[in-house]
């Protein structure tokens, strides 16, 4: 059995097919250089946060640990019709709520967890672009033979 690490491409692909109102999907490693590449607005970027492994739980010469990994959902949303992102709030949670539904619970590949949500915030609001961060996280089993 080969070892499988987390692939951001996996919820690349299930935003772009599921959240049609998003107008891009793309993986950043940070939210600078997901700033600097906003074309499209809405948009999302996938961003990798953390993985966290357990102890191994045999005992024996074959390690087998779970591994917790989490990653961010940033979202970009633009509303010109006010300063403060009052209007964009509404927009952000259409979106938001089109995310969860097709994120929350989904198993990404068979050896990994459903997903689940793992706390949401707001990032900053600039040049009338809100910017919005949830996270989500998984687990998988590490085992080597």
């Keep these: 059995m080969a070892i499988t690490l987390f692939d951001p491409q996996w919820i690349i692909a299930r935003l772009d097919t599921q959240v049609t109102a998003l107008k891009r ?20 970027f996938v961003i990798p946060n953390s993985e966290r492994p357990g102890g191994s739980s045999t005992g024996t010469m074959v390690v087998s640990q779970q591994n917790s990994v989490r990653f961010g959902v940033v979202l970009a949303v633009v509303n010109l019709r006010d300063a403060r992102g009052e209007k964009a709030q509404a927009d952000l949670l259409t979106l938001r709520t089109a995310i969860m539904t097709a994120l929350h619970g989904w198993q990404p590949n068979a ?7 793992a706390g949401g915030r707001l990032l ?3 040049d009338q672009v809100l910017w919005w961060r949830d996270d989500f996280s998984t687990t998988h089993l590490l085992r080597s033979f």
Excluded: M, N, Y
């Design 124 to 126: 900053r609001l600039a």
């Design 25 to 44: 999907v793309a993986g950043s490693a940070e939210l600078a250089a997901a700033s600097e590449d906003l074309k499209q607005v809405p948009a999302a």
């Design 111 to 117: 050896e990994f967890d459903p997903l689940e949500f």
